[in-house]
């Protein structure tokens, strides 16, 4: 299995601002993803943070507003830019185990945009 | 496009009933599907997973699932429900073997006593 630290855990933030979102492995992974989660909905996949490329990002999402790094195999970061407040939402971090088809999931970013 | 379909939003049994939540999945193929289980304030749990094989296959907390591909359903099941199990739960399908994973609209499930 994978463990996965995301910071912060939650956060309240000004309309117009920024925020930017750690996750961490405890081992080194090739895949990671990125998933955004809106009030009473399912999740929804934003990009897979490649290690020494740019994100490849799904459709609806862009580079401008959610700019993904992943500098190495165990750390990504994915920043919510220009926040308002229809970017309130859980995000998620999730990686691939290596060797296992499945999916393990940080604990999620609660952002509230206000 | 690949989809998942999770008729129930939410659903409400008495402790100690049995289970059954539904997931149907659009794909032309057999897909990797999964349950995960996501109890307030936190993060998402894998209940089970299925890829080939044995169709009916064995998850953690006393769940099983049965992948039926004449259905295109992978539905979730527990013969006795407890309080604790009360949770959001998703069906998800990873139909492009990438690791990346779509998921259903998830099913709310409430445990009365």
């Known amino acids: 299995s994978a463990v996965i630290s995301q910071k912060p855990s939650r956060d309240i933030c000004q309309r117009g601002t920024s925020l930017t979102i750690q996750c961490q492995v405890d081992?080194?992974?090739?895949?990671m993803f990125w998933y955004r989660q809106q009030p009473g909905q399912s999740l929804t996949l934003i990009a897979t943070?490649?290690?020494?490329?740019?994100?490849?990002?799904e459709s609806g999402f862009v580079i401008d507003k959610f700019p993904i790094s992943r500098p190495n195999l165990t750390f990504s970061t994915l920043t919510v830019s220009n926040m308002s407040p229809e970017d309130s939402s859980i995000y998620l971090c999730?990686?691939?185990?290596?060797?296992?088809?499945?999916?393990?999931f940080g604990q999620g970013t609660r952002l509230t945009v206000v | 496009a690949q989809s998942v379909t999770q008729p129930d939003i939410h659903i409400t049994v008495s402790e100690g009933a049995s289970l059954e939540l539904r997931c149907n999945y659009s794909?032309?193929?057999?897909?990797?599907l999964f349950w995960y289980v996501q109890s307030p304030g936190q993060g998402l749990q894998l209940l089970l997973k299925?890829?080939?094989?044995?169709?009916l296959v064995q998850g953690i907390k006393g769940f099983e699932a049965e992948f039926k591909r004449s259905q295109s359903s992978f539905n979730l099941r527990k013969p006795s429900v407890h309080w604790s199990d009360a949770a959001e739960y998703f069906c998800?399908?990873?139909?492009?073997?990438?690791?990346?994973?779509?998921f259903g609209q998830g099913t709310t499930l409430q445990v009365k006593p």
């Open positions: 999730s990686v691939e185990g290596r060797g296992q088809r499945e999916a393990f």
């Open positions: 081992s080194q992974v090739t895949m």
């Open positions: 943070a490649n290690q020494g490329s740019e994100a490849t990002y």
């Open positions: 794909y032309g193929a057999t897909p990797y």
């Open positions: 299925y890829f080939s094989g044995d169709t």
């Open positions: 998800a399908v990873d139909s492009g073997n990438t690791g990346k994973l779509i």
